[in-house]
């Protein structure tokens, strides 16, 4: 019995043996299968990744942006086959050979009544339409209602101006300091850092083209005429004046530029038209708006970080706390609209550091201001905008 035992005791441990054995020699096998998985997959997400390279660097060409549809019109185009004074080569200002008729000079006719001493704002439309809706009219209205003695100019892109609207007539008949002027782009670009793009790239081709060309004309019009500029989204609670040269941070990361003052010919709206052409990007949203501002102060203060940015750093330039004009970040803008109550905290409370609130018009424009309501907008309306609210339907 116990030589049974024995033996089967030993027939147990050889086939251990000859099964670790088996196992044993089958791990480089299972090695060279798991390092064959592992080459497939890497070589399967560099084909992906170079694909999208090439997706990516195709969709952001200049030849992708030709072949798109124009989103805006060029206007007076024809200038773009000028020839440019002083050149030999017989080349238009696009450097295209063969131009075909000599640049006007002087310049083309300037809008003189804009340069004006006295402090002046502006606002854009460059949508093209004859007139303003009652949003952003209750903008104008409540700049030209808590600054009397500033001089606000409206200039349109479109070609017709309807003076005969709600909107229109009600700013006319009550704001004598509100001027509406029709500008021709061709004509407002002409002779300018900006001609060379206006007339000579495809940039009315990008998806963001008329948001560039906001960001294009508020520089170009501030470098022309120094000023407040303001975007047709940003209501004023209280008056603007006693701030000079300055940008408003829309957070800790980033400038904002829609709201903007600047000295006639200042260094930093100079600097930032020139860079407008030159680093332009027509598929990026924001490179050519808040980020260049970002990016031209950083150059202008010698810092970083917008914590940093001092008005002794910045030569006298001054960088607004985002309370001033960004109360609600844009992350949260649809508190401007929610139905409130009639208790305390419903009210707005904001104290006088708040000059004026933006309202984020590209997120909210689809959602409803009801006038006898106490929606964060509808309380800002009714005491900014009293005429235009006045005039307003129930919902707007």
Not at 382 to 394: Q, Y
């Amino acid at each position: 019995m116990r030589l049974c035992r024995s033996s089967h005791a030993y027939h147990m441990l050889n086939q251990s043996r000859e099964e670790c054995a088996v196992a044993f020699s089958d791990c480089p096998r299972r090695w060279r299968s798991l390092s064959v998985t592992r080459r497939h997959i890497f070589f399967a997400i560099s084909s992906i990744l170079f694909v999208l390279v090439l997706i990516y660097n195709f969709i952001t060409s200049e030849i992708y942006l030709h072949q798109m549809t124009p989103r805006v019109n060029v206007r007076r185009a024809v200038r773009s086959r000028c020839c440019l004074p002083g050149t030999t080569s017989g080349s238009d200002m696009c450097g295209r050979p063969d131009c075909v008729w000599p640049c006007p000079v002087p310049k083309l006719p300037e809008h003189k009544h804009l340069n004006v001493v006295q402090d002046k704002a502006f606002f854009h439309e460059t949508s093209g339409a004859s007139s303003l809706n009652f949003r952003q009219a209750c903008v104008v209205e409540s700049l030209a209602f808590h600054n009397p003695n500033l001089t606000v100019h409206l200039l349109m892109t479109g070609s017709k101006i309807d003076t005969n609207t709600v909107t229109m007539k009600t700013l006319r008949q009550n704001y004598p300091n509100i001027q509406v002027t029709s500008i021709n782009l061709g004509d407002y670009m002409a002779d300018t850092p900006l001609e060379r793009w206006y007339f000579c790239t495809d940039w009315n081709r990008g998806w963001f083209a008329v948001s560039h060309l906001s960001d294009a004309l508020r520089f170009l019009t501030l470098s022309k005429y120094g000023g407040y500029y303001f975007d047709l989204d940003v209501i004023q609670l209280r008056p603007v004046t006693s701030y000079r040269n300055f940008v408003v941070a829309e957070d800790n990361d980033k400038l904002g530029s829609s709201v903007i003052h600047v000295d006639h010919q200042h260094p930093v709206i100079q600097a930032a038209v020139e860079t407008f052409s030159a680093d332009y990007k027509w598929y990026v949203w924001s490179h050519n708006g808040p980020d260049l501002v970002t990016r031209i102060l950083q150059k202008w203060c010698q810092v970083y970080y917008i914590s940093w940015m001092t008005p002794n750093r910045c030569h006298g330039f001054r960088i607004l706390a985002p309370k001033s004009f960004y109360p609600v970040h844009y992350f949260r803008w649809r508190d401007y609209f929610y139905k409130r109550g009639d208790k305390p905290q419903d009210k707005l409370n904001w104290d006088e550091s708040v000059v004026g609130a933006h309202v984020w018009n590209s997120m909210s424009s689809k959602w409803m201001v009801n006038k006898y309501s106490n929606q964060y907008y509808a309380q800002m309306a009714r005491l900014s905008c009293p005429r235009i609210f006045d005039v307003a339907p129930e919902q707007f």
